[in-house]
């Protein structure tokens, strides 16, 4: 049975470029572009806020998007660290690679962008 990932995302370029080149990676070169997934899927952006431990409320959930599409694990699956003052402790993973859009949710209005 396959694993589902999802993508939680604040930053307006990153979205940007979701929207303009269908292209799901991190726009933050200092950390070579390393992009964080979780195989939960928040209803409420305040709970993902949480325990991912994000720097800034997510407006946009990407996905479902199939593990065959994540296989390559930078960082495998792992328990949230706390940060920014968060207690953490949601699953989550990262690739360096590239992965392709699959769905655009925005949170508000509680529509699909693409």
């Known amino acids: 049975m396959p694993t589902w990932y999802y993508r939680y995302v ?3 370029p990153e979205v940007k ?3 303009d080149e269908r292209k799901i ?3 933050n070169p200092t950390t070579n572009y390393l992009t964080w ?3 939960t899927r928040y209803r409420d952006v305040d709970l993902a806020e949480e325990e991912l431990a994000l720097p800034y409320t997510p407006t946009h959930r990407l996905g ?3 593990d065959m599409y994540v296989a390559n694990m930078d960082v495998p699956l792992r ?3 706390p940060a920014y003052g968060f207690s953490g402790g949601g699953l989550e993973m990262a690739t360096s690679e590239v992965i ?3 769905g655009l949710w925005n ?3 509680g529509t699909w962008d693409l």
Do not use: A, G, M
């Open 37 to 39: 997934y979780t195989p």
């Open 10 to 12: 604040s930053n307006p």
């Open 25 to 27: 990676q991190s726009v």
């Open 64 to 66: 479902p998007i199939p």
């Open 107 to 109: 949170f508000n209005p």
């Open 100 to 102: 392709w859009l699959c």
């Open 79 to 81: 328990l949230t660290d």
């Open 17 to 19: 470029q979701i929207v």
